[in-house]
T-cell receptor
Framework: GEDVEQSLFLSVREGDSSVINCTYTDSSSTYLYWYKQEPGAGLQLLTYIFSNMDMKQDQRLTVLLNKKDKHLSLRIADTQTGDSAIYFCVQAAGGYQKVTFGTGTKLQVIP | EADIYQTPRYLVIGTGKKITLECSQTMGHDKMYWYQQDPGMELHLIHYSYGVNSTEKGDLSSESTVSRIRTEHFPLTLESARPSHTSQYLC????????????FGAGSRLTVL
């Protein structure tokens, strides 16, 4: 199976940390990604992690990968109203690096 | 700054019309994709291509067709639009090698009356 699951909705207060979680089923995943979609726009890549890593940090973003549990998380520190968007967890696996999208988590930041 | 362009951004048409959604990329990517996005957010892959003259159907059955005559161009056509085709259509492209990062266009929002 190639399912990627996420909770649908997360609400946080401005300035708090946000943690968006994802579970995937394909243990052969080579890359795992987080994409962001703002209202009325296409998706943009936020960050990605290679499967042999367990953590990656990029400014306010921290990605944690637990390969044993097939769990990926995205932490956004000091969440701002501009972070309000839909966040997609994505895995790539197989010889053709087939990409599978999660259901998306809508992050609402309350001022 | 977009390197992948979709036109039109918004289209409202009547049932039975033929429409073509255009997608062009300037990055020389071999792989290109069309996704259909529900109002409830989930993306469904409807077509993909690994290069010129290569097209494949995706995970979600679609009445649309695609062509890939040039590397940079991957248009999607609906011969006879119906209200059930109302959706957001997202085009994307990626390299053949490396991390397979997808670059997305801004999307085409289609409404069929």
């Amino acid at each position: 199976g190639e399912d990627v699951e996420q909770s649908l909705f997360l609400s946080v207060r401005e300035g708090d940390s946000s943690v968006i979680n994802c579970t995937y089923t394909d243990s052969s995943s080579t890359y795992l990604y987080w994409y962001k979609q703002e209202p009325g726009a296409g998706l943009q890549l936020l960050t990605y992690i290679f499967s042999n890593m367990d953590m990656k940090q990029d400014q306010r973003l921290t990605v944690l990968l637990n390969k044993k549990d097939k769990h990926l998380s995205l932490r956004i520190a000091d969440t701002q109203t501009g972070d309000s968007a839909i966040y997609f967890c994505v895995q790539a696996a197989g010889g053709y690096q087939k990409v599978t999208f999660g259901t998306g988590t809508k992050l609402q930041v309350i001022p | 700054e977009a390197d992948i362009y979709q036109t039109p951004r918004y289209l409202v048409i009547g049932t039975g019309k033929k429409i073509t959604l255009e997608c062009s990329q300037t990055m020389g990517h071999d792989k290109m994709y069309w996704y259909q996005q529900d109002p409830g957010m989930e993306l469904h892959l409807i077509h993909y291509s690994y290069g010129v003259n290569s097209t494949e159907k995706g995970d979600l059955s679609s009445e649309s067709t695609v062509s890939r005559i040039r590397t940079e161009h991957f248009p999607l056509t609906l011969e006879s639009a119906r209200p059930s085709h109302t959706s957001q259509y997202l085009c994307a492209s990626s390299r053949t090698s490396g991390a397979n990062v997808l670059t997305f266009g801004a999307g085409s929002r289609l409404t069929v009356l």
